[in-house]
């Protein structure tokens, strides 16, 4: 049986509390979480000054092979995202065949300017400001899920964005075994 892999891309000033949520709460559900770096260098530094090693370089990443990317916030981090060719090409790969995409926190930011981003989605109050997609001005849910669209809020959403995620990715039994043991009553 192939595992499932999800991509999730660092750039510098990634929103630390978010990436780390997402990659450890896949990885406790036994999903393979491919952490990459936008160049070469494994290294990436995050808003708040706690740097991350990466698994490997985006250019390694054979894409085909993916189930899920998720994009972590942070407004420097989000930009490198939304400003980057290869992440741009995944998004819009990855949508045409249906596959999952997940954003966090100003993250779906880069999900519209990739043109990915669905109708109905959530992100960091400030950031619907820069979307408003046909005058919807996003929803206030901890997690919206449009099509193969999953958005999230931000900081104090992570935890239960990474449940739904995993929700998605591995059913019912996974998401309700894990957030029992991670003690996320909070989480639908």
């Known amino acids: 049986m192939q595992s499932i892999k999800v991509l999730v891309p660092l750039a510098r000033g990634f929103e630390e509390i978010e990436a780390v949520s997402?990659?450890?709460?896949?990885?406790?559900a036994e999903i393979e979480v491919l952490v990459a770096s936008l160049d070469e260098e494994r290294f990436v530094q995050g808003?708040?000054?706690?740097?991350i090693q990466t698994d490997m370089p985006l250019a390694?990443?054979?894409?085909?092979?993916?189930?899920?990317?998720?994009?972590?916030?942070?407004?420097?981090?989000?930009?490198?995202?939304?400003?980057?060719?290869?992440?741009v090409r995944i998004l819009q790969e990855m949508d045409a065949k249906g596959?999952?995409?997940g954003a966090i926190c100003?993250?779906?930011?880069?999900?519209?300017?990739?043109?990915?981003?669905?109708?109905?989605?959530?992100c960091y109050p400030s950031i619907e400001e820069q979307i408003r997609l046909d005058g919807y001005q996003g929803a206030k849910?901890?997690?919206?899920?449009?099509?193969?669209i999953m958005t999230s809020r931000g900081v104090g959403t992570a935890?239960?964005?990474?449940?739904?995620?995993?929700?998605?990715?591995?059913?019912?039994?996974?998401?309700?075994?894990?957030?029992?043991?991670v003690l996320a009553e909070c989480c639908e």
């Open 22 to 28: 997402i990659i450890d709460i896949l990885r406790r």
């Open 47 to 51: 808003a708040n000054g706690i740097t």
């Open 60 to 87: 390694s990443v054979d894409v085909e092979r993916l189930e899920m990317i998720v994009l972590p916030g942070g407004w420097g981090g989000t930009h490198a995202l939304a400003e980057d060719s290869n992440i």
């Open 99 to 101: 596959k999952n995409i």
């Open 106 to 122: 100003a993250a779906p930011f880069a999900l519209n300017k990739a043109g990915v981003l669905k109708h109905a989605y959530t």
């Open 141 to 148: 849910q901890m997690v919206v899920q449009d099509a193969n």
């Open 159 to 181: 935890l239960c964005f990474a449940l739904q995620i995993v929700k998605t990715l591995k059913g019912e039994d996974t998401f309700k075994r894990l957030k029992a043991a």
